[in-house]
């Protein structure tokens, strides 16, 4: 049951990569496809970091721990998605052009974050292994806080790449710094806003995903 | 209305009506394209940085589909979505300030006597796009001469329609509306200012600006308002919606320079709508032979 559950969000992962491979090749991407599948990979990565950092509070709130199974594969996926966001701009985008490139990163402030941004996740990628987890202990809850700075890194990125219209980034820079303070709710107080009907509180976990 | 195509432009630069029509064969080259199966196909076509004199027009349906018209909506495809009930009849716009002959004209009556030519103009986007578009039309000169502005007359500024109830991006905050522009009163009376009245040959499609825009391609095409209702002379510098909005991102004159990068991104190149690789962008949009003495002794940086 549980791995019919997994191979199914596993297969939700992969939807927006499935709708816009279909409409490249259908020829639905307007008039700049380059620009629409930046856009769209951009903003799959993000909504599944969003996606991942809702995971911990939410478990904490419901008390559901079986939420916390599905961090990892939704925080790598939401890398895949920047990693393409990103391949696609440097080899489709600028077709490699360094000397562009490079001056881009240094001179434009978006880009800059951008780029520092998905830097900031590959060592995040990296040591997301069971092996890692258990290997870095302590050390590894506090790397992985830095999610955060690449979330709200990502939105900053794409606030400063549009021209007038705010809201969507706006929308995702909101829910972060939301569940962001929610990680700052004190363990005590949970137990008072979970509903009392709950199943009795599983000890907490000591799983790698904790 | 007599239409003269101007002797500059040649019959084979505009596409032929089945090129356009045939327009998903397009999209699947556009898409291959973005695959990068077509790399090899394209590297052969045109090495990226190589100076171009290739100005194909664009296909109807991308200039058609993907245009900035908040007024409408912010997505590219907005104004193509929200614009078909637009009504643009019957129309009036109102000519007003340092002129002789103000007053409120019917667009009959505007382009009345007017001799509509075809141009194809090249279009720069301050995004970093572009495209080549046969635009119908005739010089704002033209018109500005019969209202005879004033010896104070030193600016024109154009007024976008405010009508929310047709306008669903008026109903938001995103620009303080209605959209205004405006123009040195020698950079309306230049021979390449073009008031628009049509596109391929046909009338001119709401999403782009109809019943009347005007075009002055060697700016960036926020300059250059759509659907008009007011045209007004000035002897002060009128001001400009996006210069409003972000004065330290969008000048007064946005002539096209690749050498004077907006704050956020580089201007030095382009994307033409339906080409892989980005390319060069021109001096002045590539009009610097006939525009620059406009700017002589002007420091473009300042004036940007």
Not at chain 2, 110 to 129: D, F, P, S
Not at chain 2, 241 to 261: Q, S
Request: net charge positive; glycine share 8%.
């Amino acid at each position: 049951m549980r791995k019919a559950a997994k191979v199914g969000v596993f297969l939700a992962c992969l939807i927006p990569l499935a709708l816009l491979l279909a409409d490249l090749l259908g020829g639905r991407l307007g008039a700049d496809p380059i620009r629409a599948t930046e856009l769209r990979t951009g903003q799959a990565g993000l909504i599944l970091l969003v996606v991942t950092l809702a995971i911990t509070p939410a478990r904490r709130f419901t008390g559901w721990n079986w939420l916390g199974g599905y961090r990892r594969m939704l925080g790598l996926f939401a890398f895949g998605y920047i990693c393409l966001h990103f391949l696609d701009w440097l080899g489709v985008d600028q077709f490699f052009a360094l000397k562009y490139i490079w001056k881009d990163i240094v001179k434009r402030p978006y880009i800059t974050v951008g780029f520092a941004s998905f830097l900031l996740m590959i060592p995040l990628a990296i040591t997301s292994s069971s092996r890692m987890v258990r290997r870095l202990g302590k050390r590894w809850a506090q790397l992985h806080a830095l999610v955060y700075v690449a979330a709200l890194g990502g939105i900053i990125h794409f606030v400063w790449e549009v021209k007038a219209d705010l809201g969507e980034p706006t929308t995702y820079g909101l829910i972060v710094v939301a569940l962001l303070m929610l990680r700052f709710v004190p363990r005590e107080a949970l137990g008072l806003l979970r509903p009392v009907t709950t199943a009795p509180r599983a000890p907490r976990s000591v799983s790698p995903t904790a | 209305m007599l239409i003269r195509r101007a002797p500059d432009v040649k019959p084979s630069e505009i596409t032929p009506e089945p090129v356009y029509l045939d327009r998903r064969a397009f999209c699947a080259a556009a898409s291959a394209a973005a695959l990068g199966l077509a790399v090899p196909a394209a590297l052969r076509a045109r090495a990226p940085g190589r100076a171009t004199d290739d100005d194909k027009p664009t296909s109807y349906e991308n200039i058609t589909h993907y245009n900035n018209y908040y007024e409408f909506g912010t997505g590219k495809e907005d104004p193509s979505d929200n614009a078909g009930a637009f009504r643009t009849r019957p129309w009036k716009v109102e000519v007003a300030g340092e002129i002789a002959k103000p007053g409120h004209y019917d667009l009959d009556d505007l382009l009345h006597g007017q001799t509509v030519e075809e141009r194809v103009y090249r279009h720069r986007c301050v995004e970093g796009w572009s495209m080549v578009i046969p635009w119908s039309g005739f010089p704002l000169r033209n018109l500005i001469n019969r209202f005879q502005p004033t010896s104070r007359a030193r600016f024109v500024e154009f007024t976008t329609v405010y009508d929310p109830s047709q306008m669903p991006g008026q109903r938001g905050g995103v620009l303080p509306w209605p959209y205004v522009e405006g123009l040195r009163l020698d950079e309306a009376l230049h021979p390449l200012t073009l008031v628009v009245t049509g596109l391929y040959g046909r009338a001119l499609p709401n999403q782009n600006g109809a019943p009347l825009r005007i075009h002055v391609p060697w700016k960036y095409g926020f300059k250059s308002a759509k659907a008009l209702v007011r045209i007004r002379f000035a002897a002060d510098q009128p001001a400009n919606t996006w210069n409003v909005v972000a004065p330290n991102e969008y000048g007064f004159y946005a002539n096209v320079n690749p050498t004077v990068d907006h704050p956020r991104w580089s201007q030095a190149r382009e994307r033409r709508i339906g080409e892989f690789f980005r390319r060069p962008t021109l001096m002045f949009n590539g009009y610097g032979d006939q525009v620059a003495s406009l700017y002589a002794g002007m420091d473009l940086r300042r004036n940007f």
